[in-house]
């Protein structure tokens, strides 16, 4: 036992090894084998391939012979091969030249893309084309698709989907032509666009229209060759009931009667299946064709007369039950035989039914009925032929229509596709603008008129370009604030009071000092270059700094900041603007014209920020007592000779980032409360590169001493420190407070003095 156990282990050893031997060749067969498919080798020679496939394989099978058995899977099918259609000859030539075209690529590093691909879609066409013509040449009934066999029509699904793919594969290399397309591929949002809902819908109509008149028209061509057909039925058996009642039941003229039909049938073009006269064996029993409604009908039981062979009938078939009897005398007294046959499910035959009688003193007397059958696939094979004609025809109408709608799809929306991207790229920029993502100038908004139509999505684009233009210029006149805010003020006041709030703002004011004298004998014109020159190296530091330009009041401007950083960032600005207005000053000393300086105020805090203005024109803007003391503070700069002057609050914020120094203790006109000021004498980091910082750290200790000594009113040692720093470093903010250690010498300050220096001018 344990033995036979050892040895099953041992067996199921081996068997794993294998299976992972096995699994190891497999993933490196497929290693080598992934990168051979993806290469154009098998690409040229998969179509290579399946264009000689096409030409060499059967494309359909011969007519069935609609007389025969042809219902038995034993009967024979007679193929019909590509090469025996003249038009398929060019399979075999784009086969060969699609080979000679891969040799050339690798040899010559020359390509025929374009040409190889109308070669192979034209070849495919023509294959497509020919299966289509025999199937309506070929197609004589319903039985005929299900003796086909099942290779061919796989080798047709190849062809049709290898078709379709390069259908597909022109309408995406006409889309991809166009630079346009590439582009609104990756900004496209994906859902179901107007384009796709058009597309389904003509589709879809096309559909339903074409079908719904191919039905009605099948219809009623339908109904016209069944009484076409019917009345050659109903005519043989009326003529084949009138011999026998001129013949007088005699055998001889009846049968050479049949005889006769029998010879015409084998040349007609849709023979009967055969014809029968089937009378009663009741001769006794007289009933009148006038009056048989009223007399119970016999059973007619004698199969008489018939063009075919007897053996080869079936019994039910030779006679004729009394009920059946009844119908027939029911058709023939309404009319209904002359318009329609008897079909029989059982044997699929069409029956034209006539009843037989013999003339008589009494009337006409019944004996029977003469019966023309016809198989019902000969009987309609024309009509079938013309049903197959009409569904391959719409069939190929239908491919069209998908390719065409896609292309006409293409052509009218494409357009306005394009149109919607250009939109979309402009308002993604007014949307960045918008955001504080992009800067707010007027070459950040762009439109791309792309359209290469002459239409009215021409026309649409031309004036929506036209209406960027206009908001482009527009555009330097309005706030950023105001650009953001747009779309929450509105007319009503409800809506105003909504946009308004509460923020907490940092804002910068400059002044150009000596402009109005600088200006005096220039031309108007001159005067606004020069001011729109200085403004806009102003404007450009603030936006690159965070800040927003609020607005400018002839040479002054005021900027706001928001965020964490405002404070930082408003130095920051007031420093670079400093650094660059004594670039200008160089330039101007160079040029031997007269320059300016630049006072800077920053102060932080609450402000009421929100839309200020009439129903007719707003803007906006903040306003409040934050605003109101950096406008001061700038103003303050000339009373101290000083550059840029800060509040204690800003102070706060970034006395680890810049060198500053305490000025003043003053309240600015128009308030009662002091503030102490700074002045902002240089960004740390940048004191440091430039081996300024020892200097400056120097200037602010001997002020801050000096004003220490100052508001002790220690006049002594204050001038000593404010003289020391003004001689020294030409320090005009000490030479400011060495005039007051003056004045208050001989005009000594009250008892209760704070050192509080009261403002009396803006």
């Known amino acids: 036992m344990s033995v036979g156990m050892g040895t099953f282990f041992q067996k199921l050893h081996i068997d794993a090894e294998l299976f992972t031997n096995v699994k190891k060749r497999f993933f490196a067969i497929a290693r080598t084998i992934l990168p051979i498919l993806k290469s154009s080798y098998v690409f040229y020679g998969a179509y290579a391939a399946l264009l000689l496939l096409l030409f060499f394989a059967p494309i359909t099978i011969t007519p069935l012979d609609l007389y025969g058995d042809f219902a038995s899977p034993d009967s024979p099918v007679s193929l019909r091969f590509g090469f025996s259609f003249p038009p398929l000859f060019l399979l075999p030539l784009v086969s060969l030249f699609v080979c000679a075209s891969f040799f050339i690529k690798y040899r010559f590093q020359k390509d025929f893309r374009k040409l190889r691909y109308a070669l192979i879609f034209a070849s495919l066409s023509v294959y497509l084309l020919c299966v289509a013509f025999c199937v309506v040449s070929n197609a004589n009934c319903f039985e005929w698709f299900f003796k086909i066999p099942f290779y061919i029509y796989f080798i047709f699904l190849l062809a049709l989907v290898s078709h379709f793919y390069y259908a597909f594969l022109g309408i995406v290399f006409l889309r991809n032509k166009n630079p346009e397309y590439a582009e609104y591929k990756k900004l496209r949002v994906r859902r179901f666009s107007l384009k796709h809902k058009f597309t389904f819908i003509i ?303 940092c804002f910068l004011f400059t002044d150009i000092r000596g402009f109005t004298s600088l200006c005096e004998g220039l031309p108007p014109k001159k005067v606004v270059e020069i001011l729109n020159h200085y403004l806009d190296i102003e404007t450009q530091i603030i936006l690159e700094n965070g800040g927003d330009v609020d607005k400018f009041v002839g040479d002054e401007m005021m900027a706001f900041f928001s965020g964490p950083r405002k404070e930082i960032n408003a130095c920051k600005a007031a420093m670079e603007i400093r650094a660059a207005m004594r670039e200008q000053q160089q330039l101007s000393m160079e040029d031997g014209t007269a320059y300016i300086s630049i006072g800077i105020g920053i102060h932080s805090g609450e402000v009421i920020f929100g839309s200020v203005g009439s129903r007719t024109r707003k803007d906006f803007t903040s306003i409040g007592d934050t605003v109101n003391l950096a406008a001061r503070l700038e103003s303050a700069n000339k009373a101290y000779g000083s550059k840029s002057i800060i509040t204690e609050t800003v102070y706060k914020k970034l006395r680890d980032s810049f060198i500053c120094r305490e000025l003043d203790f003053i309240t600015v006109k128009g308030k009662t409360e002091p503030v102490r000021i700074y002045e902002i004498l240089q960004e740390k980091n940048r004191a440091v590169k430039n081996e300024m910082a020892e200097k400056l750290i120097e200037i602010k200790s001997l002020f801050e001493h000096g004003l220490e000594f100052y508001r002790a009113q220690n006049w002594q040692e204050s001038e000593k420190c404010f003289s020391d720093c003004a001689i020294k470093y030409n320090d005009l903010p000490s030479v400011v407070f060495l005039d007051r250690i003056n004045h208050f010498k001989t005009n000594p300050p009250p008892t209760d003095w704070d050192g509080v220096f009261k403002m009396a001018v803006k």
């Not at 039909?261 to 006038?290: G, H, L, M, W």
């Not at 058709?331 to 034209?352: D, E, H, I, P």
Request: contains cysteine; positive net charge; aromatic residues 12%.
């Open 203 to 505: 589709i879809a109509m096309i559909i339903v229209i074409f079908f719904a008149f191919m039905i009605l028209i099948l219809n009623s061509y339908k109904k016209m060759f069944t009484e076409a057909v019917s009345d050659v039925g109903r005519a043989q058996a009326e003529q084949t009931a009138a011999v026998y009642d001129t013949a007088e039941g005699k055998y001889e003229k009846i049968a050479a009667f049949f005889e006769e039909q029998r010879v015409s049938n084998e040349y007609a073009e849709t023979p009967f299946e055969r014809i029968d006269v089937i009378i009663t064996s009741k001769r006794d029993e007289f009933i009148f064709i006038d009056d048989w409604e009223s007399k119970v009908l016999p059973d007619y039981d004698v199969f008489a007369y018939t063009t075919g062979k007897p053996k080869e009938i079936d019994d039910s078939e030779k006679s004729v039950t009394r009920e059946q009897a009844r119908d027939y005398l029911k058709r023939y007294k309404s009319g209904l035989y002359r318009k329609q046959f008897v079909f029989n499910k059982a044997s699929k035959t069409c029956k034209y039914i006539y009843p037989v009688t013999i003339a008589r003193k009494e009337g006409r007397r019944l004996l029977g009925f003469s019966i023309v059958t016809y198989r019902q696939q000969v009987l309609m094979r024309q009509f079938f032929r013309t049903k197959i004609f009409v569904f391959t025809v719409a069939t190929i109408f239908l491919y069209l229509t998908v390719i065409l709608s896609i292309l006409l799809a293409d052509f009218i929306f494409n357009p306005l596709l394009f149109l919607r991207k250009n939109v979309h790229k402009t308002s993604n920029s007014i949307e960045k603008i918008l955001n504080g993502k992009a800067k707010n100038v007027s070459s950040a908004l762009k439109f791309s008129d792309t359209i290469k139509t002459n239409d009215e999505i021409k026309d649409l684009s031309l004036e929506i370009g036209e209406m960027v233009t206009l908001i482009k210029g527009i555009m330097p006149y309005v706030s950023f604030s105001t650009l953001q805010h747009a779309e929450k003020i509105g007319a009503e006041s409800d809506s105003q009071k909504k946009s308004t709030t509460s923020r907490d703002l």
